[in-house]
């Protein structure tokens, strides 16, 4: 790309990645089937070529169903949980700016109180005290968004300190820029952006494994499952399907779905840092 500043050309890739992942982890999910479909004997365990394009679980139901049914159960709630933490990442930093000592007291007692709590303690009681027709990914998705908050913020909060906090809003006031301008393009935008969406990013990727492992132990245990209705199929479906391949089933083609389905997860999460890191 002749003429293109290094920087540009740099993030044209991960950004590239980094769409494509998210296209494919959020788009499927609105086009997954209510039900999985009837069962086919005659498919049963059948590969990716006999039924396209990954294949068929132990009745001859198409993998695809539960690739999108799992994409359906993850996306939205860990989008919503990614957008809230960013959102109080952006807020820290802002207010690590504006000066304001009580309202910086208040947020950090808070965010003290939050980062304090056990995590995953919380994240199962909220999962056990939820009724059981009421059960969903958002509820814990959003409690595990606030009790990462703290940490996000606290970050923010550092950035906007090593930028000098108010005295950096002074300075450009000094030099005639405006308040929406200082704070939305030249903190926001050129300063916090790279810390914010990684932290929101991360927070994407922890919901979904999040929803994999209760789901993984409500399967194994062969109860009803904490993040989503017994007649969808989650990702974690897929991974207790293949494991069996070390018992002599033919579940190869349902193990590398899931693990691909993972490593996508991932590799968006990396593509996405890269592509947004600051210049």
């Known amino acids: ?29 609105f086009f997954a089937p209510e ?31 539960y690739a999108t049914q799992g994409a359906w159960v993850i996306a939205l709630p860990s989008l919503v949980a ?31 109180i939050l980062g304090a709590l056990p995590r995953l303690v919380v994240i199962l009681v909220v999962a056990l005290v939820l009724p059981r027709d009421g059960r969903g990914l958002l509820p814990i998705a959003l409690t595990w968004a606030f009790l990462s908050a703290p940490g996000a913020i606290d970050e923010a909060s550092a950035v906007a300190a090593r930028l000098g906090g108010s005295r950096f809003v002074e300075a450009l006031r000094a030099h005639g820029f405006s308040r ?17 969406v990684r932290q929101g990013v991360e927070t994407f990727m922890q919901v979904t494994f999040l929803e994999i492992a209760l789901s993984y132990l409500a399967v194994v245990s062969n109860q009803s499952s904490f993040t989503h209705a017994d007649s969808v199929q989650s ?24 693990l691909g389905l993972v490593a996508l997860v991932a590799v968006t999460a990396v593509a996405v840092t890269h592509a947004v890191r600051a210049r």
């Open 1 to 29: 790309m002749p003429g293109a500043p290094a920087g540009r050309v740099n993030r044209v890739l991960p950004a590239s990645l980094a769409a494509a992942g998210l296209a494919l982890l959020l788009v499927p999910g």
């Open 35 to 65: 039900f999985l479909s009837e069962p086919d004997m005659a498919n049963a365990f059948a590969g990716p070529g006999a039924v396209p394009p990954f294949g068929a679980d132990q009745r001859g139901r198409p993998l695809l169903e």
């Open 82 to 112: 990614a957008l809230v933490v960013m959102a109080l990442s952006t807020v820290g930093g802002l207010i690590a700016c504006a000066g304001g000592r009580h309202v910086q007291t208040v947020v950090q007692i808070i965010s003290e």
């Open 180 to 196: 929406p301008r200082i704070y939305l393009v030249h903190l926001v935008a050129f300063n916090l952006r790279p810390v914010v």
């Open 235 to 258: 990702w974690a479906n897929l991974l207790d399907l293949g494991y069996k391949v070390v018992l002599g089933v033919h579940s190869g083609h349902a193990l590398a779905l899931g």
